[in-house]
């Protein structure tokens, strides 16, 4: 099983830059979107009906923030998942911040983390939805549910996981606090997929600056994650980063599970 997560910076201009077409020839079981900015109502027809490669229709399901244009999460998936919901935490519901698809095998959580902005505005606020997301896989992880929790967690980890950490201490998403949190979380045993495939390796990113060039030079930070509890972790046959698919400041990321 293919899954691939990608945060698309708007749905809506993603479309024009030829999203449909790269879903029905990419073929994955499973495609995360995440800050996706739109409304159901407000999608072409193209986008709510796409079929991949096999021909076989994504079910889709959506979780819009009350704020236009604003945040959101999506899951095209061609297996259709047995329940979907979101956290059922209001404040976080309103900002469409997560969906969870049930199957079979295991639960897909979809997620878009918050930015906690300049000079930590919204720190408070990004650590508290943190909080809650570790409950959630506390609460698989101790009732023996395998899951994946993929999407943009807006947090680039360690030191390599970003080109210049030294000048970025104070910036959103690497902020102590945050990077705390990624040490508890995989400090727990969740594991950071990417990194038990390429542990220690420099110069990996999911998301570039849209200025200066960044993408180009590779001047970026990896903040986009799938992870999984450590029993899962044998179902994992990869995981990876796909720098060469255009139409965002950020890239899809990938994991193949053998189910």
């Known amino acids: 099983m293919r ?26 079981d499973i495609v995360c979107l995440q800050e996706t900015k739109a409304r159901p109502q407000q999608l072409s027809p193209a986008l709510l009906s796409i079929n991949g490669n096999d021909g076989n229709p994504y079910h889709v399901y959506w979780a819009s923030a009350k704020k236009p244009g604003y945040s959101g999460v999506a899951i095209y998936t061609k297996i259709e998942p047995l329940e979907v ?53 506390r609460q698989y992880r101790g009732g023996g549910r395998r899951f994946v929790l993929s999407g943009d967690y807006n947090i680039a980890h360690t030191p390599i996981d970003l080109a210049r950490p030294k000048e970025n201490t104070k910036s959103a998403g690497f902020l102590p606090e945050e990077r705390a949190w990624m040490d508890s979380f995989t400090g727990e045993g969740f594991v950071d997929t990417f990194r038990h495939f390429r542990p220690g390796e420099e110069g990996h990113y999911t998301w570039w600056s849209p200025r ?48």
Not at 105 to 116: E, G, H, K, M, V
Not at 231 to 254: Q, Y
């Open 85 to 137: 919901r979101t956290l059922g935490i209001r404040e976080f519901d309103d900002e469409g911040r997560a969906l969870q698809a049930e199957f079979k095998d295991f639960t897909l959580i979809c997620a878009y983390f918050p930015n906690s902005q300049d000079e930590g505005k919204r720190l408070g606020y990004k650590l508290e939805f943190c909080d809650a997301i570790m409950q959630l896989c």
């Open 212 to 259: 200066a060039l960044s993408r180009e030079r590779n001047v970026g930070w990896r903040i986009d994650y799938h992870c999984v509890p450590p029993e899962f972790l044998p179902a994992v046959v990869s995981s990876s980063i796909r720098p060469e698919v255009p139409g965002s400041d950020h890239c899809p990321v990938e994991i193949i599970l053998n189910l």
């Open 3 to 28: 899954i691939l997560s990608w945060n698309v910076n708007g749905i809506r201009s993603a479309e024009r830059k030829n999203f449909v077409p790269w879903m029905e020839g990419e073929g994955a």
